[in-house]
């Protein structure tokens, strides 16, 4: 995967070399409630599964996902991935930050990468992509990237036994194209 580059920070190929700072980050509890797929606790050590789980996809083709690194010190900060489904051109983003960097804009940057990335080289006509309704920070994200609210899905997922609501939005080509 090519290097995607942002002015204070990067995107590269996640490695298992990545293992410590996400578990370090995917073992906070702010961090963690705002995911789906971050147990909480995290359990000691599964992070290289993790990880070797998502290079595994990688070759799959189920998934892109990339570290997010900052150029002055190399440090991860964070994780973004796009889950494309070519037969109908269009692909699911995801992400998440370590709690130290939230607020800074790293998380919009991210994703405008990504979706520039989905668009213009994998050829998607449509990106979405979806947050906690209690989770402003992930939709407000979404909406700095251009993306349309579509609507909530009320209790449809599971976390902890408890069914929570989901919120949609989404962007397609011809919209990115005119911003």
Not at 11 to 35: F, G, I, M, N, P
Not at 67 to 89: C, T
């Amino acid at each position: 995967m090519e290097i995607l580059n942002a002015e204070q920070f990067f995107l590269r190929s996640l490695t298992l070399e990545d293992a410590e700072k996400v578990e370090e980050y995917a073992s906070d509890y702010d961090v963690a409630k705002t995911t789906l797929n971050i147990p909480h606790p995290y359990p000691k050590g599964s992070a290289k599964e993790f990880i070797a789980n998502i290079l595994e996809a990688e070759k799959e083709g189920r998934v892109i996902t990339y570290a997010i690194v900052l150029k002055e010190d190399h440090d991860l900060i964070g994780l973004i991935s796009i889950r494309p489904v070519m037969e109908h051109r269009r692909g699911e983003l995801g992400y998440w930050i370590g709690k130290p960097f939230w607020g800074k804009g790293y998380g919009t940057e991210a994703a405008k990468l990504l979706i520039k990335y989905g668009f213009d080289i994998l050829n998607l006509n449509r990106i979405y992509a979806a947050a906690f309704t209690d989770n402003p920070g992930s939709w407000r994200i979404m909406e700095k990237c251009g993306m349309k609210h579509e609507g909530i899905l009320r209790n449809h997922i599971l976390k902890e036994d408890k069914p929570i609501d989901l919120t949609f939005y989404s962007i397609l080509k011809e919209e990115y194209m005119n911003l």
